[in-house]
């Protein structure tokens, strides 16, 4: 179980009935032995969390409440969670305009892609609100580091900050930053060109050297890719390399 903080409240009976509101309940097996009174509450199958009060100091005013969480299963159910909503931002930002080596997607792509992402945000929304700052929480718990106190090991910190950086992505998807998937590198769109091309034209039954002499042209001059305009200057080595065939002496005449 992850580190504990505590917030001030007025009244206990309006916050139970609020605890109760939100469906949480007594847990008699959890930390009644050292006089704390626990209400618990399994968020998305994959964290637990607590509020407890001390039955010693319900005298005392304002009355003191912990919170603490738990993960389920040492973080395995968060972790798919986080999984899942990073594949979600993947496919949103893949179809996002302005990748290099493919068409832009179609709107109705990108508004399917942006609503499963906003339907993960509802379903989860009681988990994902115990990993944010709640400035405006009625239950006044504002400390904006708890979010962090959840994990008690750092695999399972690993899995919070996973969790988050994922969310945070989610949260903002119309500036999400596009970073190139590995075809867009120039050097792979280059080779993967190469292979296309020899392959094409062995097929026309070009030589080995024709090949490689009109695909050293075609790099030069830029003319390979028409959309990034990229000048390479390979050999004639290189290229057959790439390409996956040799030029023999006897293909050369």
């Known amino acids: 179980m992850g580190s504990a903080h505590f917030f001030l409240i007025k009244d206990l009976s309006v916050f139970l009935l609020q605890l109760e509101a939100r469906h949480y309940g007594r847990n008699t097996a959890h930390c009644e032995a050292d006089g704390w009174v626990v209400y618990s509450k399994t968020e998305s199958n994959a964290l637990i969390k607590h509020y407890s009060y001390s039955s010693h100091r319900l005298r005392q005013f304002p009355v003191t409440i912990r919170v603490t969480y738990e993960l389920v299963e040492k973080?395995?159910?968060?972790?798919?969670?986080?999984?899942?909503?990073?594949?979600?931002?993947?496919?949103?930002?893949?179809?996002?305009?302005?990748w290099?080596?493919?068409?832009?997607?179609?709107?109705?792509?990108?508004?399917?892609?942006?609503?499963a992402i906003q339907r993960f945000l509802r379903k989860h929304a009681a988990l994902i609100a115990s990993f944010k700052y709640q400035?405006?929480?009625q239950l006044t718990e504002g400390n904006q580091s708890f979010n962090l106190q959840i994990a008690s090991t750092p695999k399972e910190q690993t899995i919070c900050v996973e969790f988050i950086k994922a969310l945070v992505e989610a949260y903002t998807p119309e500036a999400?930053?596009?970073g190139h998937r590995e075809i867009d590198k120039p050097t792979i769109q280059r080779n993967g060109w190469i292979r296309r091309f020899a392959s094409i034209h062995r097929k026309r039954g070009w030589s080995g050297r024709e090949i490689a002499r009109e695909t050293q042209r075609q790099l030069r001059e830029g003319t390979w890719n028409q959309r990034s305009k990229l000048q390479y200057n390979l050999s004639t080595n290189t290229i057959s390399r790439i390409a996956g065939f040799k030029i023999t002496p006897m293909s050369q005449n």
Do not use: F, I, M
């Open 135 to 137: 400035s405006d929480d």
């Open 100 to 115: 290099k080596t493919k068409r832009d997607p179609g709107e109705k792509t990108r508004r399917r892609h942006w609503r």
């Open 176 to 178: 999400l930053v596009r």
């Open 75 to 98: 973080g395995a159910p968060l972790k798919r969670l986080a999984a899942s909503l990073k594949s979600l931002n993947a496919r949103y930002r893949k179809s996002l305009p302005g």
